[in-house]
């Protein structure tokens, strides 16, 4: 079995428990991201009344992104082993839910997730938990492609121990360090802006926060003379011709939020659509075409 390490500390003198999460030897860690000090806004009930509510857990920080390589697994197959771990361990259960009474899409963009295709969620089928024990919380959403499942596990609270041997990520996309982006868009001159939601086959982007934006437009605001472009993209579903105008208009929503949100001056970007015509991988699959709808900037000047 892979383990997920953690050591959980507790305030009763000289206690602690050393507490694993097993996952099958087929699964491999495919992202993880580790924070210090962070808030976390942990959902508490479903999504309703345009509204999903949370609380606000602080504390180190981790999220990881594992993933199973079977098919036909259900998302309740998936979950509910980590489930009967954390209840063994002696966690308490705070909310649980499956798709629509999660409140569906609105919820899954209503919480972190890390992008495809280290983590996919099909929006037609997930299952979400969240745990709870002294000093710490976790939480659990998986979902599952036609080849794969996919499970993401938050942890705030717990001292965060190294992070097990695992497979490497299979992502083609840019792993990008957002302290260091700027240095990897003057680099590489392109990064995709990884951790954007856009509704099914809608150009509306959605609330966020979204980092990217915020380190994209640190950069432009600090190098007034740069000029980028913001360049959609899209999976092989439907026409050339609409495609291309749907990732033109999603990158013009993006342009527009820097403009609107940040204080970016419209005259350093501009907004392009390429469709299909520039994927990332295969549009055979779910994961791949999830991977495939992006939007990228691109540096398209230099001093």
């Known amino acids: 079995m892979r383990t997920l390490a953690r050591l959980l500390l507790f305030c009763t003198p000289v206690t602690a428990l050393g507490q694993t999460l097993e996952f099958p030897s087929n699964a491999s860690l495919e992202a993880e991201v580790r924070e210090a000090e962070a808030d976390y806004a942990l959902p508490t009930g479903p999504f309703a009344d345009d509204i999903l509510p949370t609380r606000t857990e602080t504390g180190p920080f981790r999220q990881q992104a594992w993933r199973v390589n079977a ?16 209840v063994d361990a002696g966690y308490v259960i705070l909310f649980e839910c499956e798709t629509e009474t999660c409140g569906g899409f609105d919820f899954r963009f209503g919480t972190p997730v ?12 997930f299952r979400f938990l969240s745990a709870q024990s002294e000093g710490d919380v976790v939480t ?12 993401q596990v938050i942890t705030v609270g717990a001292e965060i121990a190294p992070a097990t041997t695992a497979a490497p990520a299979r992502s083609e996309r840019p792993a990008v360090d957002l302290g260091d982006f700027g240095a990897v868009l003057e680099t590489d001159g392109r990064v995709v802006l990884a951790d954007l939601a856009f509704q099914t086959g809608s150009s509306s982007l959605g609330d966020g926060p979204f980092n990217t ?24 579903e439907g026409s050339l011709e609409g495609n291309i105008a749907l990732s033109r208009r999603r990158a013009n929503s993006v342009l527009d939020r820097l403009v609107e949100s ?16 520039a994927p990332l991988s295969t549009n ?17 000047n230099t001093p």
């Open 71 to 86: 098919g036909g697994l259900t998302t309740l197959q998936l979950i509910r082993p980590l489930r009967q771990q954390l």
């Open 140 to 151: 659990l959403l998986a979902s599952r492609s036609a080849n794969s499942g996919f499970i």
């Open 114 to 125: 890390l992008p495809p295709p280290a983590m996919y969620v099909d929006l037609g089928d």
């Open 262 to 277: 940040y204080g970016v001056p419209r005259g350093q970007m501009e907004a392009q659509g390429m469709g299909y015509l």
């Open 213 to 236: 934006l915020q380190s994209l437009a640190d950069y432009l605001l600090d190098n007034p003379d740069r000029r980028i472009a913001l360049v959609g993209h899209t999976d092989a």
């Open 284 to 300: 055979l699959t779910a994961e791949g075409r999830d991977l495939n709808r992006r939007v990228e900037v691109i540096v398209t």
